[in-house]
């Protein structure tokens, strides 16, 4: 927010006020006496009754607008000097820029009435733009003016009506009285007249018009009628939206410009990253006018549907060069699982989903013991071959240095290691490489 | 030291748990899988991932590695009875032409995040940073995205980096250098406001303590968020502030107070969800409940929630098990 504007009051206007204000002093000896600028009264618009007071240093004063809307004002000021007398009032139109905007304006365009020819420039934007509006004559007029981004772009067209009265007639005038056409019972008033002042159309229709107006002076008498006849145009709707033009984030070096669809407006983001994202966009009419940007917050996240397990996957221990799969019935979870293999103790299960694309879960891991008897598995390891009747033979040479699963050692079950279980293991691991 | 011991305790008592299971790694390299296990598995399973593989973490505790390649991370989530963590500094550093982004998810970090470098959005979805987070240098350029995630302590940012937080807890955010923010839907608490600049906020809480600097700076804007604390007016200095308003602890929240528990849910007070005042701009609740993402930590992938196994086979070596599915 720029609580202040800078108005700046060229060093030769400020030359031509001291100036003037020296005309009514004459000193005894009949010499003119010599004074200085000390301070500058000023008001805005109509509103004379608040006349502010800003000392003058150097060639520019601070003057304070924050009160005042965006839009076309006039302000009015009289160069105080140092004997404390006023000098005349002088006014200046100028614009007031939306703070918003002025971020990326570096200056105005405008022109007056239908004189689009004669486009005059103002670089100085520093949240108000002086107009120039000295070579219209009084009466009514429409100002058009541009933002011109730093990019040399200008924005849409905007216009206001306004009349410039008489310098002299101001003087002593007080107010204006105004109405439109027919409409003799909807008088305006503005308050205090200089300069220019501005009217308030906004209520009627684009098409012909005529204001009727009316300078009041101080003393409540209504001066002449006068009428003017003049046509309401509506730039925006002389202008059409054509295409847009819209950046992602600080990225504005991968500018897209698209013809604007019906309705719903789609636009490409289909290079961000996920996240938050800031979308600038501007409409162009079809004059090649570019609206001022607007910008909204928005987030990219690709909601992603966990996908459904159709299949588990599990191994024991460490063994994962032997993970099996089997289906899995979402309806039915709970699962019987073929540990048979294992050797009698404790064991970690391992389980992981899987999807119909492969992906897998992160892995869960359970404990327990397998209690298997596995007749003729005489060391234990979950097989029977030639090394369980190696170490039944060495066993029964030396049973106490040599360490055996007793219960899958007694192949018959009579509570003895004896050479009928050996000859049941060697019986066993004959047929089942038979098998094989 | 509160937070430490409540740290080593938390680390003893998850430690107890899963003492007598082995934590797996599983390691998925274009249809291959490597299976890594122990403490060490984590540590290992990065060692041998490439860009765009995806390590699978089981319940339980892993030893912190640095992460070198854009890979995705994921755990068995926050909010089970027996999460995953990390213990120790996770550190993510990727070559920059690594345009595989890393995303880390359902995983407790035990100790600080660090993320270093040039590199593709990294993502931290659903995860808890116990001890913070933090990038490493003034020439960090990281777009980091925080999606209904839980950070404590501090999320630091500098560098160039930005960050992008939805629906998510962040205590203590802070940011240096030319790093800024972006905010949707967030409880922000304790925060060292003044270092929030040229951030951009919108239907947030900030939870401020009782600091009496707990404003944010002129620079930053906020829209439709909620300041709540100790009488101090977080949004008191910015010039862009449309919709925003404080309240008191009480009149904001359910369960939270101003002090942070894990169980906190973070939800609106019955009176604050039918306050205009704690609507976001898109018509729903401001805070982690409203918004395009709301708070929950599903996790993106299945997961066996729960495995019941029978203690032990029958004498034909069948076992039974119970899983569920989410």
Known sequence: MRKYLLLTILLSGLTLGARGQSDPEIDLSGLPQKTTAKSLRYWFNADANSVKTASISGSATTIDASALKEGIHTIHYQIVDSKNIAGIPASKMFIKVDPKTTATAKSLRYWFDTDADNVQTSNTLNGAATINASTLKEGIHTIHYQIVDNQGTAGITESKMFIKLNAMITAKSASLRYWFDTDANTIKTTTTLSGTTSIDASGLKEGIHTVHYQIMDNQGTAGITDSKMFIKLDARVEAKASKLRYWFDTNKSSVVETALAEGAQMVDASALAEGIHILHYQIIDDKGNVDIPASAMFIKIAKKEAAKPTKIRYWFNEDDANIKETALDLANLTLTIDASDLPKGTHELHIQLVTADGELSPAITGSFASIIIKKGDVNNDGKVDATDVVVITDYMADSESVTIDKTNADFNDDEKINIADVLGIVNIIVITEGAE | ?326
Request: charge should be negative; proline fraction near 3%; hydrophobic fraction near 35%.
């Open chain 2, 1 to 326: 030291m509160k937070k430490l011991i409540i740290s080593v305790v938390t680390m003893m008592v998850a430690v107890t748990g899963f003492a007598q299971e082995t934590v797996v790694a599983s390691l998925s390299h274009e249809g291959e899988t490597t299976m890594f296990y122990g403490l060490t598995a984590l540590v290992n399973a990065a060692e041998k991932a490439q860009s765009g593989d995806i390590i699978n973490l089981s319940r339980g505790i892993f030893n912190a590695t640095t992460i070198k390649a854009g890979i995705t991370l994921r755990g068995a989530g926050i909010d089970s009875d027996d999460p995953t963590y990390i213990n120790g500094k996770l550190t993510i550093q990727i070559p920059t032409e690594d345009t595989n982004r890393f995303t880390i998810e359902g995983i407790i970090c035990n100790s600080e995040m660090r993320m270093s470098g040039i590199f593709s959005s990294p993502q931290i979805v659903k995860c808890k940073l116990s001890n913070g987070f933090t990038t490493n240098s003034k020439t960090d350029n990281i777009d980091i995205l925080v999606v209904n995630s839980k950070i404590l302590d501090h999320f630091n940012v500098g560098g160039v980096c930005r960050a992008s937080l939805i629906n998510s807890f962040v205590d203590g955010v802070g940011f240096y250098d030319d790093a800024h923010f972006m905010g949707l839907n967030c409880v922000l608490f304790k925060n060292a406001m003044g270092n929030l600049h040229n951030s951009v906020w919108k239907n947030c809480i900030f939870a401020t303590s009782n600091h009496s600097d707990a404003a944010l700076p002129t620079d930053c804007e906020c829209t439709n968020c909620v300041g709540v604390g100790y009488n101090n007016d977080p949004f008191r200095d910015l010039k862009i502030k449309p919709g925003c308003s404080n309240a008191t602890y009480a009149e904001a929240f359910k369960d939270f107070t101003g002090s942070y528990t894990d169980e906190l849910t973070f939800e609106l007070s019955d009176a604050a969800k039918a306050n205009e005042n704690f609507k976001g701009t898109d018509g729903t609740q401001v805070g982690l409940y409203g918004g395009p993402q709301p708070f929950n930590l599903i996790l993106s992938y299945p997961l066996i929630s729960k495995m019941e196994v029978g203690e032990k086979t029958d004498d034909k070596g069948q076992l039974e098990v119970t899983i569920g599915v989410k």
